[in-house]
């Protein structure tokens, strides 16, 4: 009896201990999460999706909107119910690991390291062409690395610090929404919609404008890393997921309706600030509205910067914290509880990369790694259903999988098509070899198993033998 | 960690439990407001965005520049306010603040005269809110306003908060709260544009003091009195809730004090961006009624203007959403020491309900009642907001005007009952100068806009002697504290 006390004394205290040194401050509301998904995201409806006007044309490019968008919910359905199943801070590198092993686990985390890192540097890169636009004269100097920096001091302060700008500037995103949904309500003109030619390139063109469409909600499953911080996260984490995929859907749809029905296609192509130059068509002597909106605009891309900032951090650190990546970057500052090096080395690796790389590049790397990892996500998807929903009946069986295999197999054939039609065979070849040959090489020796991903994992094992 | 902290927050409830027992009254309601949702009550009570909005330069005559020194003058004696009413609040934290500290303090004849006239004041108060959120609505929709159309929006709103009163004290605390950040960031956004896109630099000579005494007249500043008097008051609806706050001896004067000071600055703030670009309507040519709106139309533009109306629109509701409760639970508090007509129904909570129904539905009622008596006068007299606000501002100042005459005559009493917050040896000052402004304020008020005044004042009169005079001085019984815990064991309240 004596024993036993002893020892769950004992464990209770190495539990203390474990989260003492590797644990993270549970302060995040759902509330919070919303922000943190909304916010990562929001800056996509700003910039950047114009261009697929280009291969696809305005009807087209609805049809690619309204098909990347399904496919989001999709995949953030899947990743709440993970995310309640594996609160960890590792997210797809947690998930993928119970259900598909070591390897596909660190593939998975790698992938979205990736992914958050070079999304955040593509960011960047707008951010300071943008402040070069606001300031002329401070073309030498990189403002924008001093922006990154501000935020990575900041997420280095304290999560919940991160969280509340990151929900502050959330909410200035929207209202900038609102104010240019009230800017130009009266323009629309649905014949700019139905020009001669709707759709260019017919199906073709719809799939080649898939990258820019994608833009619009990558990296909002950056909402599943901060799961270790949530309070209660099994309903915290699916009003996250769901509130934040509705609100930016929706201001998608909109945004993206008023602007090709209030302007040509032709003059949205020739813009970098979409929303902008339709609000300057729409409102040209309302100097006030212009410079406000373009202000709002900026804050925008910081709030995506900062909310990449929280995704790649978290997934670095947990990867860490199970061996697979060097140990230092898991180490938690004591009064401040956040992985100060999982935040700081990558952000200046960032923001090298934002100064040798363009932005095409960036977003192009950026989205074939956040689509690999979804392909592991949905497998294991499917594995944890298979394993843990006995069906009997063989045709709902059926049902059930063969949605989720065909989705994948769909998702597989579009990442090589898109490879292979950018003539980038070569260059993903080298890149993911390194990836591979650095797991074969020092990661596979240095798995600690007390990490809760791997300690979740191994407890499955038990349970099956 | 959170195992402990549910542990202490039951025994908090205990404490507080204990001590209303002491004052002679069981708990009935949901306790369970915070300190930042009880500042946040109060906050938006005193909503800056309504009262300054609404009320700012009313009749354009070019008051906004006097408004913000009166704004300032009236903030720091509603600061010494609200320290001696925090004072009190410590002592005696019962539902319905006002009358219940008079009663206690000094005889309950007095206590039940204060009581109505609070009552008034807080009906006004939240009548005043919502009329003039229907004008506004009405004017930035560019509808007409006519007396069908005024009473008819009035009514919606009217609903609206009532139907939220009935979902419960939670949700209407975040509701506040919510309400909270809308000021907040409200006057932020309102001040910092007009100070960017203001068609002139900053003239800081619109804040001299030296300006504020060139051509003095009293009366210049009798009508910015009006406007600056009415919006910060009704900090005591920290107190009307006292009995749903968890630990109320230290959050509801907290809540008081901390509400009028944001207020005094956010305020401030609103005021000096407002008169910085006041030179802006020489050049309107069609105005809309509300010299404010126009203000900040004409320099930001249609589209941001409307925006920004937007957020008023909802920092107003919230405003008369927080006074609307209130006033329900003013009438609560009343009814159960029978000071009001058929107090039985009022008092009464049906099972299955923590709120006050029947007091919610008849404050909706008078509201009703109250504007479309209002839209009459006004009909024949011009402007209505005035009429309603003056009788408000009166109404609210007398009751505390009461309070410390009071105070300052059982100090003793307040110094052997002290609570968490305690002024100590200078209370009596504070008391003292607060009974001053509070008196001259009412006087103002009277003498210069609600004449309406006299005749409630006359009829309470006429209804004391006809009716309560029995009633008050037969005395009532007071439970022992002993007998409550049985109560309380009987209903099987742990």
């Not at chain 2, 927080?322 to 009438?331: F, G, P, Q, Y």
């Not at chain 2, 917050?421 to 200078?426: C, D, E, P």
Request: hydrophobic content about 50%; proline content about 2%; glycine content about 6%.
């Amino acid at each position: 009896m004596k024993d036993n006390e002893n020892e769950i004394l004992i464990t209770q205290k190495q539990i203390d201990n474990y989260y003492n040194k590797f644990g993270l401050n549970k302060t995040l509301s759902s509330l919070h999460l919303w922000g943190l998904g909304v916010g990562t995201v929001i800056g996509g409806t700003f910039f950047g999706w114009n261009y697929g006007l280009e291969e696809s044309g305005p009807v087209g490019f609805i049809f690619s909107t309204i098909m990347v968008t399904l496919f989001y919910i999709f995949i953030t359905r899947i990743f709440y119910k993970f995310s309640i199943l594996l609160p960890y801070a590792g997210g797809p590198y947690a998930y993928v690991r119970k259900e598909l092993g070591k390897f596909e686990g660190y593939l998975a985390g790698v992938f979205t390291v990736v992914e958050f890192l070079f999304a955040a540097s593509a960011v960047t890169i707008s951010i300071n062409s943008y402040l070069i636009n606001i300031f002329p004269d401070s073309s030498n100097i990189n403002l924008a690395a001093g922006v990154y920096l501000f935020f990575l001091i900041m997420h280095i302060i304290g999560i919940k610090n991160s969280a509340i700008i990151e929900l502050i500037m959330t909410g200035i995103s929207i209202s900038a929404l609102i104010l240019f949904i009230m800017g130009t309500y009266n323009s629309i003109d649905l014949t700019n919609i139905l020009i001669e030619t709707p759709i260019i390139g017919g199906y073709n063109g719809i799939i080649k404008s898939i990258p820019y469409t994608l833009w619009f909600y990558l990296c909002i499953e950056g909402i599943s890393l901060s799961a270790e911080e949530t309070k209660n996260p099994s309903t915290n984490m699916k009003l996250g997921f769901r509130y934040s995929i509705l609100t930016v859907s929706v201001f998608n749809f909109i945004v993206v309706m008023i602007c090709l029905s209030s302007v040509n296609m032709k003059y949205l192509l020739s813009n970098d600030y979409p929303l902008y130059s339709v609000l300057k068509v729409s409102q040209p002597n309302d100097k006030v509205l212009l410079s406000v909106f373009s202000f709002l605009a900026l804050i925008s891309l910081f709030s995506c910067l900062n909310g990449m900032i929280n995704g790649y951090s978290r997934q670095i650190f947990s990867l860490s914290r199970a061996g697979y990546l060097p140990k230092i970057f898991s180490r938690i500052h004591s009064i401040t509880k956040t992985p100060y090096l999982a935040i700081l080395v990558p952000g200046i690796v960032g923001i090298i990369l934002s100064t040798t790389l363009n932005a095409n590049n960036l977003i192009f790397i950026a989205s074939i790694a956040s689509i690999s990892m979804f392909i592991f996500v949905i497998h294991s998807y499917t594995k944890l259903k298979e394993n843990n929903f006995e069906i009997n009946n063989k045709y709902k069986k059926w049902k059930n999988f063969l949605g989720l295999y065909m989705t994948n197999a769909i998702i597989v054939i579009y990442v090589l098509y898109s490879i292979i039609s950018k003539g980038k065979v070569l260059q993903v070849l080298i890149f993911s070899s390194i990836i591979i040959l650095y797991y074969f090489l020092f990661s596979r020796r240095f798995i600690i198993n007390d990490a809760p991903e791997e300690m979740e994992s191994k407890e499955d094992i038990l349970e099956i033998n | 960690m959170k195992l402990n902290f549910r542990l202490n927050n039951k025994k908090q409830l205990q404490v507080d439990r204990a001590k209303l027992r002491k004052l002679g009254y069981i708990q009935e309601l949901d306790r369970s407001v915070g300190i930042f949702s009880n500042f946040s009550i109060s906050f938006s009570v005193i909503s800056i965005l309504t009262g300054l909005i609404t009320l700012y330069d009313l009749n354009n005559l070019g008051n906004g520049y006097y408004e913000f020194w009166s704004w300032i003058i009236v903030g720091v004696f509603q600061l010494f306010m609200a320290f001696s009413l925090g004072e009190i609040a410590s002592c005696y934290p019962i539902e319905s603040g006002v009358y219940e500290w008079t009663n206690i303090l000094s005889n309950n004849i007095l206590g039940w005269f204060n009581g109505w006239i609070s009552l008034i004041g807080w009906i006004a108060c939240t009548t005043g809110i919502n009329f003039g959120l229907s004008e506004f609505i009405l004017q930035i929709f560019g509808v007409e306003s006519s007396v069908a159309s005024i009473l008819l929006i009035c009514i919606l709103i009217i609903s609206i908060q009532t139907l939220i009163n009935f979902a419960g004290i939670k949700l209407i605390t975040i509701f506040n709260n919510y309400s909270v950040i809308l000021h907040i960031t409200g006057v932020l956004i309102i001040s910092f544009l007009l100070l960017i896109f203001s068609k002139h630099p900053v003239d800081w000579q619109e804040v001299s003091i030296s300006k504020a005494f060139d051509n003095f007249n009293i009366l210049y500043y009798i009508p910015s009195l009006l406007t600056t008097a009415w919006t910060l008051t009704a900090f005591d609806a920290s107190a009307s809730i006292s009995e749903e706050c968890i630990n109320p001896t230290k959050t509801v004067p907290v809540g008081m004090i901390m509400s009028v000071a944001v207020s005094i600055i956010c305020g401030s703030l609103l005021l000096f961006s407002l008169n910085q670009n006041s030179s802006v309507l020489s050049d309107i040519q069609i105005k809309s009624g509300i010299v404010s709106i126009d203000i900040i139309i004409t320099t930001l533009g249609h589209t941001v203007g409307k925006f920004i109306s937007i957020i008023l629109v909802l920092a107003m509701f919230s405003c008369g959403l927080a006074s609307h409760t209130v006033t329900a639970r003013i009438i609560y508090a009343f009814s159960r020491k029978n000071g009001l007509p058929f107090s039985a129904i009022w008092k009464s909570i049906p099972e299955n309900y923590d709120v006050p129904i029947f007091s919610i539905l008849i404050c909706s009622a008078i509201e009703i009642l109250l504007s479309f008596i209002i839209l009459i006068i006004s009909s024949k007299q011009g402007n209505a907001l005035p009429l309603i606000t003056s009788l408000s501002t009166a109404g609210i100042y007398m009751s505390y005007a009461i309070v410390m005459i009071s105070a300052i005559s059982k100090r003793r009493q307040i110094n052997k009952d002290k609570g968490n917050f305690h002024l100590g040896k200078f209370g009596l000052i504070f008391n003292i100068v607060s009974l001053i402004w509070a008196v001259t304020i009412t006087g103002i008020m009277i003498v210069f806009y609600a004449k309406m005044f006299y005749i409630i004042i006359l009829i309470l009169i006429i209804y004391y002697f006809v009716y309560m005079k029995k009633i008050l001085m037969h005395k009532e019984k007071r439970l022992s504290e002993n007998e409550l815990i049985k109560i309380e064991n009987d209903r099987g309240i742990d």
